[in-house]
C-alpha cells in the first residue's frame, strides 16, 4: 500500500505561480511513476503531468511551457505552476502507480485562479 499526501494548493491570481508537493509513504520502493491529475467542477479528472522513476516525463498539451514536474526522491514529487490561468482551476490529485499495476491517488488540494 501507498499513502499519499499533497500540499501546496490555494487561490492565486492569473499570471501567479504556485508549487504542489505530494509524498508517498509505505510500499514507495514499489513506485514506478507519480503524476499530478486535476479535475475542474463539473469535468472529468484529466492528466496534467507525469514522470517515470527514470525521470522520464510527460505533460497535457494544455499546460506544456507552463507546468513543470519533478521528482526528487523515490517518495516526493512536485508540480511548479506558472502562467496560471482560470481555466486550471481545480483539484489537484496526486498519483502513483506501482510496478504490479496498482494505482493510488492522494485526497486532492484545490487550486482556485482567480483575480
Known amino acids: 500500500q501507498v499513502q499519499l499526501v499533497e500540499s501546496g494548493g490555494g487561490l492565486v491570481q492569473p499570471g501567479g505561480s504556485l508549487r504542489l508537493s505530494c509524498a508517498a509513504s509505505?510500499?514507495?520502493?514499489?513506485?514506478?511513476?507519480m503524476g499530478w491529475y486535476r479535475q475542474a467542477p463539473g469535468k472529468q479528472r484529466e492528466l496534467a503531468a507525469t514522470?517515470?522513476?527514470?525521470?522520464?516525463t510527460n505533460y497535457a498539451d494544455s499546460v506544456k511551457g507552463r507546468f513543470t514536474i519533478s521528482r526528487d526522491t523515490v517518495n516526493t514529487v512536485y508540480l511548479r505552476m506558472n502562467s496560471l490561468k482560470p481555466e486550471d482551476t481545480a483539484v489537484y490529485y496526486c498519483?502513483?502507480?506501482?510496478?504490479?499495476?496498482?494505482?493510488?491517488w492522494g485526497k486532492g488540494t484545490l487550486v482556485t485562479v482567480s483575480s
Open positions: 509505505g510500499s514507495i520502493f514499489s513506485i514506478n511513476a
Open positions: 514522470v517515470t522513476r527514470g525521470g522520464r
Open positions: 498519483n502513483a502507480k506501482s510496478n504490479n499495476g496498482m494505482d493510488y
